[in-house]
C-alpha cells in the first residue's frame, strides 16, 4: 500500500487569470460551427479548473455528529413515523456493510482511486427564442481529464485529501476547528461555519460516518434506481448551519441531502445534495446558484469485514438565474471514479497529518471561484462581453470581495 503524506507546500498558482479572463470573454457567432473546448473555456487549463473547483473537494451540508446515541440506541417507537422509519432504514444499513462492532472498531482509514471529469453541457438564455445550447464532450464518448487521489480520516472529524488531474492539484482537509483547501491558483482558504466533512467519504467510503448522518433523517419515500427499489431519506442543514455558512452579500437559502438505500441489500446505492443561495446585487436585483449533486454507488466490497464501494459517478447541475431569462444559464459535469486501494487503522496518522497550510487565511467561504456576473462556466450572449466583475462568487461555498468595476488589474489580484 502506498502510504503518502499530504504535502501543503504547493508552489503559486501557475494557472493564470489570462485563461481565466478569455474563458469569460468568449464572443461565440450563432453562424458558426459550434465551438471547440478551447473556444468554450479559454483553454484547457480553465476548464481543470472549473471542474475541480466544483467536483474536486465538495463538502456535505452539515457536521456529523460522531457516534451520537452510538449509533441508534433510543426506542425507534418514540419518534414520528418519517423518523422512525428513517431509523430503521439506517439499521438495516449498518448491518449491510458489516455491523456496528465491526464500525466502532475503525479509528482511521487510507484510500486511493482513480477520477475522470468532464464538461458535458451548457445552456443559455433559458426560455428565450435565442437560447444556446452547447453540447461538449463528455466521459462516454472518451472526453474527460483524468487524475487520481489520497483520501487519509482520523476520527471523528480529521480528514485529509490530495487530488491531482492532468497535473493540476487540489488539496483540502480539516484538523477539526476549520475545513480549509488549498489550490495553485487560489491562496489557501477556510470556509465558513463549523468544519464539514468531504462529500467523497459519503459515497460508499465511510459507512459509519453516513450512518451517523442519516439517523437523523426523515424517511421521505421510494423510488427505482437502475431496477433496484430504494427508500428516499432526506435530511436538511439546520438554519443556524446556514447562517453561520452565509456573509453580508450572499445567503445561503437552503442545503438539502437526499439518501437511497436498496430495500434487497440495504446499502446506499444513491446519493444526492442540492444548494440554493442568493447573491445580493446593487440595487434590487438578485442572483441566484442553485447547484445539485447526484452521485450513483457502486461495486462494494468487502475490506476487513466492511462493505465499501469501489466505483461511482457522479453528474453536476450548475443553474444561475434571477435577473432575466436571457441571462439564465445551466451548466452540466459529470465525473466517474474507482477506488484502487482501502486499508483501515493506519499506524502512525498524527494529528500533524491533518494541520492546515501555514499561509491559511480565515475568508468568507471559497470554492470554486468565479466571478458572479458570468454565465457558468462560460458567457454566451450578444453585444459586448467584457467583464467587470463586482464580486467573486464561490459556487459550492460563497466568498465574495469588493472589486473596481472598471479596472481589469482589479480583477487579476481578486482571483
Not at 34 to 53: C, D, K, V, W
Request: with cysteine; aromatic share 8%; hydrophobic share 35%.
Amino acid at each position: 500500500m502506498r502510504k503518502v503524506c499530504p504535502n501543503f507546500d504547493l508552489p503559486d498558482g501557475h494557472r493564470s487569470w489570462q485563461n481565466m479572463k478569455s474563458w469569460m470573454n468568449l464572443k461565440p457567432n450563432s453562424e458558426r460551427s459550434p465551438p471547440s473546448m478551447a473556444a468554450i473555456f479559454g483553454g484547457r487549463n480553465t476548464e481543470i479548473q472549473l471542474l475541480l473547483g466544483v467536483i474536486g473537494a465538495p463538502l456535505i451540508p452539515l457536521p456529523i455528529k460522531p457516534d451520537h446515541d452510538h449509533f441508534i440506541s433510543k426506542n425507534i417507537k418514540d419518534h414520528p413515523i418519517e423518523a422512525s422509519m428513517a431509523k430503521y432504514i439506517v439499521k438495516q444499513y449498518i448491518a449491510a456493510v458489516g455491523g456496528e462492532k465491526a464500525l466502532n472498531s475503525i479509528n482511521s482509514m487510507y484510500a486511493m482511486g482513480k477520477v475522470k471529469m468532464a464538461a458535458s453541457e451548457f445552456s443559455a438564455g433559458e426560455g428565450t427564442v435565442n437560447n444556446k445550447i452547447v453540447k461538449v464532450r463528455n466521459l462516454r464518448n472518451g472526453g474527460g481529464e483524468v487524475g487520481g487521489f489520497v483520501l487519509w480520516q482520523k476520527r471523528p472529524d480529521l480528514w485529509s485529501l490530495e487530488l491531482v488531474v492532468s497535473g493540476c492539484k487540489i488539496s483540502a482537509g480539516s484538523d477539526g476547528k476549520v475545513a480549509w483547501r488549498q489550490t495553485p491558483w487560489h491562496n489557501s482558504h477556510a470556509s465558513r461555519g463549523p468544519p464539514r466533512p468531504l462529500r467523497r467519504f459519503l459515497q460508499g467510503l465511510d459507512p459509519k460516518s453516513t450512518a451517523n448522518l442519516f439517523t437523523n433523517s426523515v424517511c421521505v419515500g421510494e423510488k427505482t434506481i437502475n431496477n433496484e427499489d430504494c427508500f428516499i431519506l432526506k435530511l436538511e442543514a439546520e438554519p443556524s448551519t446556514l447562517r453561520a455558512r452565509s456573509s453580508t452579500n450572499v445567503e445561503i437559502i437552503r442545503h438539502t441531502i437526499w439518501g437511497c438505500f436498496s430495500q434487497r441489500t440495504g446499502l446506499l446505492v444513491q446519493l444526492e445534495d442540492s444548494h440554493l443561495l442568493r447573491i445580493k446585487a446593487p440595487g434590487n436585483d438578485n442572483i441566484f446558484w442553485e447547484t445539485t449533486m447526484e452521485s450513483w454507488i457502486q461495486d462494494y466490497k468487502t475490506v476487513d469485514g466492511i462493505n465499501i464501494a469501489h466505483a461511482g459517478k457522479t453528474q453536476v447541475s450548475l443553474f444561475r438565474f434571477g435577473e432575466n431569462s436571457e441571462s439564465h444559464s445551466r451548466t452540466r459535469m459529470e465525473e466517474v471514479w474507482t477506488i484502487e486501494e482501502v486499508d483501515f487503522n493506519i499506524k502512525g496518522l498524527s494529528m500533524d497529518f491533518f494541520l492546515p497550510p501555514g499561509d491559511l487565511k480565515k475568508e468568507e467561504e471559497g470554492y470554486g471561484i468565479v466571478p458572479s456576473n458570468v454565465r457558468l462556466p462560460f458567457k454566451v450572449r450578444n453585444g459586448s462581453t467584457r467583464v467587470n466583475a463586482s464580486k467573486i462568487v464561490a459556487v459550492d461555498d460563497v466568498e465574495c470581495e469588493e472589486s473596481s468595476d472598471d479596472d481589469d488589474d482589479d480583477d487579476d489580484d481578486e482571483l
